[in-house]
């Protein structure tokens, strides 16, 4: 048998987490042009 | 243990030691003791609070849970995740502003005493709590450190303790905070390679990313799922722990420091790039802990000395904690085995080190300024900073000496008791204009009440949900009412439109 991280496993796995960093890096920029 | 990683292990140790004496010479007030005279760069202050918060956690507890049950342990890494971001997102930049105007505070309680004009009640009760947490708190790290010392070099628990306990006083002792910070840097540092490359071996060992999730679901497929059967109480509760970060005072303390208010965003990248890559690195470090073990002849890891049980054919772990252990045991040279076992061990001291200056803090600036000696020299205060660090480590260390001891189980509760007492406390003094003094310390004693009884006495259905989610909703209740009962004087309204101007600037 094949075996595999399930869909929903990957989304929250691979989601929130690196979507934190970008919002850091985005809010960086926003404050760094202010 | 090899001589190598011995030798590695006392020159990290020596090079801490080092760095407490180069601070020693650059500490000349209290403020430069407690707070490193606010001159910190956003790189050491934002590793500095990662390393602080993280403890041994994030290199044996953590990839131990994710070996031992799988992907389902790793909801508490994305509530610790939005946690910290929000905390130098909503924190940080408030907290360095209002400290500075509101009489140059140099602690929480400090702080908390300036901003409500109560230079007695408020102060006190803070500083009480964080010093009887944060003793058990760091006697608890010291458990930790000596289990870890005991284990890789074979020396006697007493004598491990002993050891670790005089490494650690002595540059927080001679350095304070400086010292502190820029050990947590170091040690910081370490913790980050050490979780990137112990992952990254570890898959090309086993073949690949594919390779390690078919044996792993060959093992246990449960482990591949984060989902199922993981009931919703629990992930609220995993994810619930991230409210904890607003609270921390070894942590906010970090942000007071900051050189400029406009360090704020480039350090609140680093620190939160810093957490998550690190966090991913230990979940796959447990993760690929599962596969690897059992595709090793017990004979090899024994000879290192790991301890292996066999359940339906498959090899574990006598003790899952030891997966990142066993990892630098059986994949590196023993100089890189040194260093990543150096790593392990400044995760643990990182965070003892931050919890002792926080409580000499205490004892320097809220008790013995604010109550006994109002007009004490700053080398005065700075001594007896030195002195309480002293003596809170030695009382930490002679509670640790009994490593079963039922006292340390108050620690269980101080992440969530730091949260929800002071958390809502911190975040409203620094939005909300209306907030009183009454209010700020009838929400500390309900959030610190809840935490207690929630977490202690009641069990079952709701009562099983994380004691902090409680607590934290409860106190902000609970401020919210006392504080809309009453108002605040013309000058603590007065301070806080400063404090939102100068933010501005």
Avoid: C
């Avoid at chain 2, 500075?100 to 901003?115: H, Q």
Wanted: charged fraction near 15%; proline fraction near 3%; avoid cysteine.
């Amino acid at each position: 048998m094949e075996y595999s991280i399930p869909a929903l496993t990957w989304v929250w796995l691979f989601v929130p987490m690196p979507l934190v960093i970008v919002l850091s890096v985005l809010t960086w920029i926003v404050e760094r042009r202010r | 243990m090899d001589t190598a990683t011995l030798v590695t292990f006392i020159i990290y140790l020596i090079g801490m030691l080092g760095i407490g004496i180069f601070m020693y010479y650059r500490t000349n007030d209290l403020s430069d003791y407690v707070l490193g005279g606010r001159k910190l760069r956003p790189g050491v202050a934002a590793l500095s609070a990662g390393a602080s918060d993280m403890s041994g956690w994030l290199l044996l507890g953590l990839p131990g849970a994710i070996y031992a049950t799988g992907f389902g342990e790793a909801w508490m890494a994305i509530g610790l995740s939005i946690g910290a971001y929000l905390n130098w997102q909503f924190i940080a930049k408030r907290l360095r502003v209002y400290t500075e105007v509101s009489d140059n505070s140099i602690t929480v309680p400090d702080f908390l005493g300036n901003r409500f004009k109560d230079p007695y009640l408020l102060r006190v009760i803070s500083a009480l709590v964080i010093l009887l947490f944060f003793t058990f708190y760091t006697s608890s790290g010291m458990v930790a450190g000596a289990k870890l010392f005991e284990a890789s070099f074979g020396l006697s628990y007493q004598t491990a303790l002993w050891i670790g306990t005089i490494v650690v006083v002595s540059y927080t002792f001679l350095g304070g905070f400086l010292a502190v910070a820029w050990t947590d840097f170091v040690q910081g540092s370490l913790m980050f390679l050490a979780l990137i490359v112990v992952p990254i071996v570890a898959v090309t060992e086993i073949g690949g990313i594919q390779e390690a999730v078919q044996a792993v679901g060959e093992i246990r497929p449960d482990n591949l799922d984060m989902v199922t059967g993981v009931g919703v109480m629990a992930i609220i509760s995993s994810l619930a722990w991230g409210l904890g970060y607003f609270g921390q005072p070894h942590i906010i303390v970090r942000f007071m420091a900051l050189r400029s208010k406009n360090d704020v965003p480039i350090a609140k990248f680093i620190g939160t790039t810093w957490m998550i890559l690190g966090l991913y690195g230990a979940i796959f470090t447990g993760f690929m802990g599962l596969a690897f073990i059992n595709s090793q002849d017990v004979s090899i890891l024994s000879a290192y000395g790991i301890e292996v049980v066999t359940e339906n054919g498959v090899h574990m772990l006598g003790d899952p904690e030891k997966i990142f252990i066993a990892f630098t045991q059986i994949l590196f040279h023993p100089i890189v085995a040194g260093i990543l076992l150096a790593a392990i061990l400044s995760a643990i001291m990182s965070t003892i080190d931050s919890q002792l200056l926080v409580s000499s803090s205490a004892v320097a600036e809220d008790f013995y300024k604010a109550i006994f000696r109002r007009n004490a020299t700053d080398k005065e205060l700075v001594w007896v900073g030195r002195m309480a660090t002293l003596v809170i480590a030695l009382i930490a260390a002679l509670i640790a000496m009994n490593p079963e001891s039922s006292v340390l189980e108050l620690v269980s509760y101080a992440w969530a008791g730091f949260g929800a007492a002071f958390g809502p406390i911190i975040l409203l003094s620094l939005f909300w204009q209306r907030m009183t003094r009454n209010g700020a310390l009838a929400g500390i004693i309900v959030g610190a009440l809840t935490v207690i009884v929630w977490g202690g006495f009641l069990e079952g259905g709701l009562f099983d949900l994380y004691e902090i989610l409680p607590g934290f909703l409860f106190n902000t209740i609970v401020t919210v009412i006392i504080s809309l009962m009453e108002k605040p004087s013309a000058q603590i309204e007065a301070e806080f439109a400063d404090v939102l101007t100068k933010i501005k600037e």
